[in-house]
T-cell receptor, first 114, second 114 residues
């Protein structure tokens, strides 16, 4: 088990609603990345936060937004939910210090949009 | 855009044999390539990282090779066991270095038969 936790574990929403997913990073890790994984696909990079600032974004529309807090925990917010947003949402924490550090993934939040 | 291809079909092998998984990529020269294991309903778990100037990396029964001319990485599990059954994902760092902004392949499902 990694030290990365995510909540909730499962969520059901309807089209047009908004959702907030939460991630607590591993102790000492100041970088959090969020990924979307559709069924049968690899994870797709949404964005990364480093020291409370967005530090890179993948090919996702602005209705996907995030926050990172002073304790390095993070939130992913998705507005105006669409059916295609149904997926496993993963967060991963790391702490690059002058080189590649291992990235630790949480267990994910399974989102179903009806 | 960057494209990563992994064996699209499941790989079935007998216990004790060596499993070899392939990862091919295009349109990019990554400085790092990573391999992850993912079990159903869980987040990916980091296994190995190999740098562009490394031809081969080993960790216990795992071996990764990286051929930047062929744009290919091979992932080997020797003396495979049923517990090795999982989906294996390769990932490239799209940040041009140690950024952990990863592009993942779709993964290869490995099934080790006792």
């Amino acid at each position: 088990e990694t030290g990365v936790t995510q909540s909730p574990t499962h969520l059901i929403k309807t089209r047009g609603q908004q959702v907030t997913l939460r991630c607590s990073s591993q102790s000492g890790h100041n970088t959090v990345s969020w990924y979307q994984q559709a069924l049968g696909q690899g994870p797709q990079f949404i964005f990364q936060y480093y020291r409370e600032e967005e530090n890179g974004r993948g090919n996702f529309p602005p209705r996907f937004s995030g926050l990172q807090f002073p304790n390095y925990s993070s939130e992913l917010n998705v507005n105006a939910l669409e059916l295609d947003d149904s997926a496993l949402y993963l967060c991963a924490s790391s702490s690059p210090r002058g080189g590649q550090e291992t990235q630790y993934f949480g267990p994910g939040t399974r989102l179903l949009v009806l | 855009s960057q494209k990563i291809e992994q064996n699209s079909e499941a790989l079935n092998i007998q216990e004790g044999k060596t499993a070899t998984l392939t990862c091919n990529y295009t349109n990019y020269s990554p400085a790092y390539l990573q391999w992850y294991r993912q079990d159903p309903g869980r987040g990916p778990v980091f296994l190995l990282l190999i740098r562009e100037n490394e031809k081969e990396k080993r960790k216990e029964r795992l071996k990764v090779t990286f051929d930047t001319t062929l744009k290919q990485s091979l992932f080997h599990i020797t003396a495979s066991q049923p517990a090795d059954s999982a989906t294996y994902l390769c990932a490239l760092d799209m940040g041009g270095g140690a950024t952990n902004k990863l592009i993942f392949g779709t993964g290869t499902l490995l099934a080790v038969q006792p």
